[in-house]
């Protein structure tokens, strides 16, 4: 007697007959595809992100994080920061992302 054999002694047997399962027809109702008008694109302009920000922007955000990045007494996700580094916190968060039009 085999190892697997003793696995499979509290199975109970699987009977081989002509009892297969039935095969019913698919209903006749299908959920029917239509085509639709997709809304007009928006401009390219209305996003706003670091590749498109002004370059004031930019050289506050990378003080900033630069700063953090080195200090040990800063900790942004709780807002803790050191004197410097509230102060470039603050210039960072005041310097606008867009020109103004």
Do not use: F
């Amino acid at each position: 007697m085999s190892l697997l054999s003793g696995l499979l002694d509290h199975m109970p047997p699987t009977i081989v007959g002509d009892d297969k399962p039935t095969v019913t027809k698919p209903t006749t109702e299908r959920t029917r595809l239509v085509m639709v008008e997709r809304p007009p694109q928006l401009q390219a302009s209305t996003y706003t992100n670091a590749a498109n920000a002004t370059p004031e922007w930019r050289k506050a955000r990378d003080q900033y994080i630069n700063h953090l990045m080195a200090c040990r007494s800063c900790h942004a996700p709780t807002g803790r920061h050191c004197s410097a580094g509230a102060g470039l916190c603050a210039a960072y968060d005041r310097t606008p992302m867009e020109a103004t039009r």
